[in-house]
């Protein structure tokens, strides 16, 4: 019995294996479309600037005014960022007018950064 596992496992070795080399299928629905205009800019957020990675540059404060929603005025702050030639983003907090703390925001600041 351990002859006959011993030669198996010398022919399992010295057999050689078949490799099937398939193409992937290309569907209508999962071609890419050629690129139109330029890349997106893709800001990363940072909740504090200890947070941001050794050796980014820091750009300085970006701020914008508040928008329809917050979630406009978020879009609109990652977009000065990218505008700014930054990639990251850190420290965010609303602006309020001086003297009016309890009334709304006037605009979204941050701290850009250039990431390594």
Known sequence: MLLATSLLGLVACVTPRSEIQAKPVEHEETKVAPD??????????????????????????????????????????????????????????????????DGPPTDLEATAWLLP
């Open 36 to 101: 139109t205009g330029p890349a997106e800019c893709n800001v990363q957020d940072f909740p504090g600037n200890g947070d941001v990675p050794e050796g980014a540059k820091n750009l300085g404060p970006v701020s914008v005014p508040k928008g329809a929603t917050d979630e406009d005025t978020y879009a609109a702050l990652r977009k000065a960022v990218c505008e700014m030639g930054g990639d990251a983003m850190s420290t965010m907090r609303w602006l309020h007018t001086i003297g009016k703390k």
